[in-house]
């Protein structure tokens, strides 16, 4: 991992490391120390990439060495003198929460004290700091994640701060606001009913200047389309539908992608049979961007137009039957 090496040589090194703990699993654990000291650094590169991948290792390591491992490991370095060091552990601390989130707190969440944590950082929702607001907001989109399908109860007194956020922040806090929404929506039941207020936000957000704002806008269709089927609002899901779909041409890729995977999401749940713009046109729009080489944009498309096509397959052998 040293600075001279070019960025395809790095990331052929990250996968080398990713296979050999895919290969190992516990027997990683003699070694935790030492991979940390290697990998954390990655995780305040100034390459996105290089985050990525940094926290990708992270979190694989942690599936393998296991939690009390991990904290063991992290806590040689978390009050160490030199403020990179804890900076770099911070950082790895939280990817190997969101890494074991679930499976180490669903039993301690199921006994309320997700509620005590939203109370403890609710407070924050209304700092006079952005990154605090932030912060607090990205804090309880992780808890509601880690909650689902339970918790709804624990929210309740963030879920008005939350609406008035969104009406009144923008760029990359209103982005916070709009993936902590994403993720307590499905925790309500469908009488909560508030997709009608949604479907009205939607298209200003798809045409954020942000394109943190738009990823996270269509990340929250994908997170509510199954609420919405159960409030009964195909119609609903319908105009996103069409929305989404004149957004096909978005510049980029991580927003793409995520447009792509909320076309996908309203197609799972209503068919497509009943998808507007049909089927013929979304196969015209979708078919070029095929070509564009990110992950996220390939997987939902290839996903997206490999349904559609088995639809249209299907649809032409009954007419020939």
């Known amino acids: 991992m040293q600075p ?29 120390y030492k991979i940390l000291v290697v990998i954390e650094p990655l995780l305040i590169d100034e390459d996105y990439y290089a985050r990525v991948e940094g926290r990708e290792i992270i979190s694989n390591l942690s599936k393998a060495a296991g939690l009390a491992t991990m ?14 060091v804890r900076n770099t552990t911070a950082r790895a601390f939280s990817v190997v929460a969101s890494a074991l989130w679930y499976s180490c707190t669903v ?14 950082i609710e407070h924050g929702l209304n700092d006079e700091n952005q990154k605090v607001r932030t912060i607090t ?41 709009l993936k902590a929404i994403g993720f307590i929506i499905p925790l309500m039941d ?10 009205q936000g939607s298209d200003d957000y798809l045409n954020s200047k942000s394109a ?35 957004y096909l041409g978005e510049e980029y890729p991580e927003v793409l992608g995520s447009i792509v995977g909320a076309l996908k999401a309203i197609v799972n749940v209503i068919g497509m049979t009943k998808m507007t713009p049909p089927i013929k046109d979304l196969l015209r729009r979708l078919t ?20 559609l096509l088995t639809v249209v397959l299907s649809l032409y052998q009954q007419e020939s039957g």
């Open 71 to 84: 904290i063991a490991a992290m806590c040689l370095d978390i009050d160490n003198i030199d403020k990179y």
């Open 288 to 307: 070029p961007i095929l070509k564009n080489r990110h992950e996220k944009v390939q997987e939902n498309c290839i996903d997206l137009v490999g349904r």
């Open 212 to 246: 943190k704002v738009r990823q996270q806008a269509a990340d929250l269709i994908s997170r509510i389309a199954v609420v919405m089927k159960q409030c009964q609002e195909e119609q609903l899901m319908g105009h996103l539908g069409v929305v989404l779909y004149e």
């Open 107 to 120: 039993a301690i969440l199921e006994s309320c004290v997700s509620e005590s944590l939203v109370e403890i």
């Open 137 to 177: 907001t990205l804090s309880l989109a992780a808890l509601a994640e880690a909650a689902a399908p339970y918790g709804i109860e624990s929210f309740d007194s963030v879920l008005k701060p939350l609406w008035k956020g969104i009406r009144s922040h923008r760029g990359k806090v209103l982005a916070a606001f």
């Open 190 to 199: 469908a009488n909560c009913n508030i997709c009608q207020l949604l479907y």
């Open 4 to 32: 001279t090496l070019e960025d395809q040589e790095r990331h052929v090194l990250v996968k080398v490391i990713d296979r050999v703990l895919y290969k190992f699993d516990e027997l990683v654990r003699p070694y935790v």
